[in-house]
């Protein structure tokens, strides 16, 4: 059974960081497309941070861009995200995605849900300005 926890989230101020970590079990990582994703109130859910862990090529929704970053560890079997500078309209509840299928190196992964099939149940994440 795979499941996927997020850890890390809570409320900070404008300006501030977290780490938020994804602790995966029951799911090989090897060469797949996992990543982080969020939603705002009355908002679609959508793709923040998204790596092939296989070449750890990482993608960025244009609004994270040099403030957020996704790493692996696969030794403890978690998928991080590192957040600076966070600003107001990065409040949301942030998820731990997981793709279905194996990838090859130079694949890239989409921000898009399409394709993820596994989801931690989401940490929320409050910045106050």
């Known amino acids: 059974q795979v499941q996927l926890v997020e850890s890390g989230g809570g409320s900070v101020q404008a300006g501030g960081s977290l780490i938020l970590s994804c602790a995966v079990s029951?799911?090989?990582?090897?060469?797949?497309?996992m990543g982080w994703f969020r939603q705002a109130p009355e908002k679609e859910r959508e793709g923040v941070a998204v790596m092939n862990t296989g070449d750890r090529r990482t993608y960025y929704a244009d609004s994270v861009k040099g403030r957020f970053t996704i790493s692996q560890d696969n030794a403890k079997r978690t998928l991080y995200l590192q957040m600076n500078s966070l600003n107001p309209e990065d409040t949301a509840v942030y998820y731990c995605?997981?793709?279905?299928?194996?990838?090859?190196?130079?694949?890239?992964?989409?921000?898009?849900?399409?394709?993820?099939?596994?989801w931690g149940q989401g940490t929320q994440v409050t910045v106050s300005s």
């Open positions: 029951g799911y090989s990582f090897s060469r797949k497309c």
């Open positions: 995605a997981a793709g279905f299928r194996s990838v090859s190196f130079g694949d890239n992964c989409q921000l898009t849900r399409a394709g993820y099939g596994f």
